[in-house]
């Protein structure tokens, strides 16, 4: 009889923790239009609220303090992010076919999901200043480095080469490139994922060898 009850207890417990998750989630989503839309030095939780059907007492329950709910939206965006070119990694079978794929899915996502990048890199830059946020950005970081590095080394075995340069080096170029796309594209210029989807091919092969 005991036994039963503590496996109803850890039932009931474990539901209850998938439904905080849940409620988490949730409000994550909510609260990411309004983080990319405002950037973190102009929203607070009182303004998350506003902009969403909760209520400020709610989001105080679920997340401890603006930092919390903001590294816990860009984890979940990442989350997204960090596999977007296992695909084309995966069906690419020539190293041209891979620098086309590639830098048009760059390019792809500048156009759709600029806003989101940018609350990335602003997290990544209020890192310098808040403690706090340092972890986690460099957790995120890492698994950016890890997918660009994917994409790399496939591009080498295609290439019948090798890597040419540390990835930390590939990921640093290719990512800098990107957000300087970014800030030409938020700045107006029609042509910044044109010109983001024509520049990475010839930089994708010079990380390999020849």
Known sequence: MTEAKERTRDRIS????????????????????TLAELGYARTSLREIAQNSEFSHGVLHYYFADKVELLTHCVRRFEEVCVTRYDE?????RTAEELEREFA????????????????WYDLRNQSLFEESFRADV????????????????????????????PQQVAYALLDGLFQQALLRH????????AGLERQVPPVLARLVAR
């Open 14 to 33: 474990r539901r209850q923790v998938d439904k905080f998750e849940q409620r988490r989630a949730q409000l994550a989503e909510s609260a990411l239009q």
């Open 88 to 92: 084309i990694v995966a069906r690419a």
């Open 104 to 119: 048009a899915a760059m390019a792809a996502t500048l156009r759709t999901d600029a806003k989101m990048h940018r609350l």
């Open 138 to 165: 460099l957790e995120i970081d890492r698994r950016r480095e890890e997918m660009i590095h994917h994409v790399v080394a496939r591009y080498a075995e295609l290439a019948e080469s090798a890597e040419d340069v």
């Open 186 to 193: 938020l700045a107006g210029a029609e042509d910044a994922a």
